[in-house]
């Protein structure tokens, strides 16, 4: 299933161009549809839908036929579907929504992370642990835990499906060592990291705490619709805050989180060296022997002296 609203987004623009190309304003075409003007500023931004109906109006305008009419009117139907994330409801906010149809429609993602391992390279118990950790916040039902768990996971058939996004991550290394759950969640993470590694369409760099941080900068993903020469859907980028997701599309804002990833990346350990400093992080520190002597460590050097 197509994203209806990257496909929105595509239909929006093509709308655009071909007014644009046809010299007629926004003005001029909604008096000749006895449309407001809004309601064309609205369709051409996509902030709202866009009907078949009146997409097959707005083509009878422009004199649109043939194969450009039949692909346009496609993309039509797709935009006024719904993906699978969209029918849950109000359990997924809004722009959580929009954030996972991005996802759905992306050819290539890059991430930047620094707290957490992100939730497309996450196991289940360790996103449980982050989703009900949460809920000391806003307290949900263990339920509700357990179905964002799975959205969640059904999210990462991105990485499999037989045209795979391309995903090129920079994990900052206290992830690796930021307790997130049990020793068990963190081993079974961090394994699974370096599993992820060896996928064709997913490079995974460490950013190591002792490189040259010129670059400091919030976690932030960014999104890439088709080649870089596809004007019509433009690169967006998105940042993850407490309680929203921040979604960005001006063009310089965009390139200028394209410029920080490019500078986190190239000072990050090569793939390599990622996967190997992952999987000592695994066994020096969240192995069950290992973590369970550090905890005694801890706990001796906390216990009071004897006066």
Request: glycine share 6%.
């Amino acid at each position: 299933m197509a994203s209806p609203a990257v496909r929105r987004r595509r239909l929006a623009a093509e709308l655009r161009a071909i007014r644009e190309s046809a010299g007629e304003s926004g003005e001029e075409v909604a008096r000749a549809l006895r449309w407001s003007p809004s309601k064309i500023t609205r369709y051409e931004l996509a902030r709202t839908g866009l009907r078949p109906s009146d997409v097959v109006r707005l083509l009878d305008h422009y004199g649109i036929g043939g194969d450009r009419r039949a692909y346009l009117l496609a993309l039509a139907q797709d935009a006024a579907g719904k993906g699978w994330w969209e029918a849950s409801g109000d359990e997924i906010a809004d722009d959580v929504q929009l954030y996972i149809g991005f996802e759905h429609e992306a050819t290539a993602i890059a991430i930047w992370h620094h707290n957490v391992v992100p939730g497309l390279l996450q196991t289940a118990g360790y996103a449980r642990q982050i989703i009900a950790n949460y809920s000391a916040i806003e307290p949900m039902p263990p339920g509700l835990v357990e179905r964002l768990v799975r959205v969640r996971m059904r999210r990462q058939q991105v990485l499999t499906r037989e045209s795979p996004v391309q995903i090129c991550a920079v994990l900052d290394e206290s992830i690796l060592r930021r307790r997130i759950g049990d020793e068990q969640v963190m081993h079974d993470q961090l394994t699974h990291l370096a599993e992820l590694a060896e996928r064709l369409n997913i490079i995974l760099r460490i950013l190591p705490l002792d490189a040259q941080h010129t670059v400091l900068g919030p976690a932030f993903v960014t999104f890439r619709f088709g080649p870089p020469t596809d004007a019509l859907l433009p690169d967006i980028a998105a940042s993850e805050q407490l309680k929203s997701i921040v979604i960005v599309e001006d063009e310089r804002h965009v390139h200028l989180h394209r410029l920080v990833f490019e500078a986190l990346d190239n000072e990050s350990l090569s793939p390599a060296k990622s996967s190997a400093l992952i999987l000592e992080a695994a066994e020096s520190w969240w192995s069950a022997p290992r973590a369970t002597a550090i905890g005694s460590e801890v706990r001796r050097s906390t216990r009071p002296r004897d006066s």
